[in-house]
């Protein structure tokens, strides 16, 4: 990391504060009612453990792998399913948590994968909305922070499967 250059986007504490409004929001739309939230690996694991920990609603948790970018920072425009939930979701509410939105084709194949198996709810909280290079018309419910380009690092993102370790989310220029 001391080779790239790097600039702080989002601080740990600015993130910790956003993601309790997140789940507080959430909170409040899912009342009385049990979710079943689906995190995208490996992005989103972080993200969804804080999630998970701020939300007042119960909850069940599970897993897709769904990998769409190769080793570099530019998406490959092909999504692959890697590993499929565990759980039924028929008649279920469901919350995909996902790290970040780029062109938006992770987010579409896995909603149209899922919506197949008749969830009675279907909705996206996404940590980072990025917004310029979308390739398919899409809109989070949920969004932690918009961005308009960049390339970046931290609480669970990754390049080339570095940095995804930081507490704090960078921006870097490669
Ligand atoms: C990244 C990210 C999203 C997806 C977003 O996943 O975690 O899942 O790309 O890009 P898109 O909107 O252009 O489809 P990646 O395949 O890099 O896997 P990772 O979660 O293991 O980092």
Known sequence: MDQISK???FSRDEIQ??????????SKDYAGRELVVI???????IFMADLVRELSVPCKVDFVR???????????GKVVMTKDIET?????DILIVEDIVDSGLTLQYL??????????SLKICVF?????????????????????DGFVVG?????????????DVYIIEQ
């Open 66 to 76: 769904v990998a769409s970018y190769g080793a570099g920072s530019e998406s490959s």
């Open 39 to 45: 995190g995208i690996l490996k992005g989103a694991f």
């Open 88 to 92: 039924s979701i028929k008649g279920r």
């Open 7 to 9: 600039q702080i986007l």
């Open 111 to 120: 909603v149209n994968w899922l919506k197949e198996r008749n969830p009675h």
């Open 155 to 167: 609480y669970g993102l990754d390049f080339d499967e570095q940095f995804r370790f930081f507490p």
């Open 128 to 148: 980072l909305d990025k917004r310029k290079r979308r390739k398919v018309s899409f809109e989070a419910d949920y969004a932690g922070f918009t961005i308009d």
């Open 17 to 26: 504060k956003r993601v309790r409004e997140i789940a507080s929001q959430i």
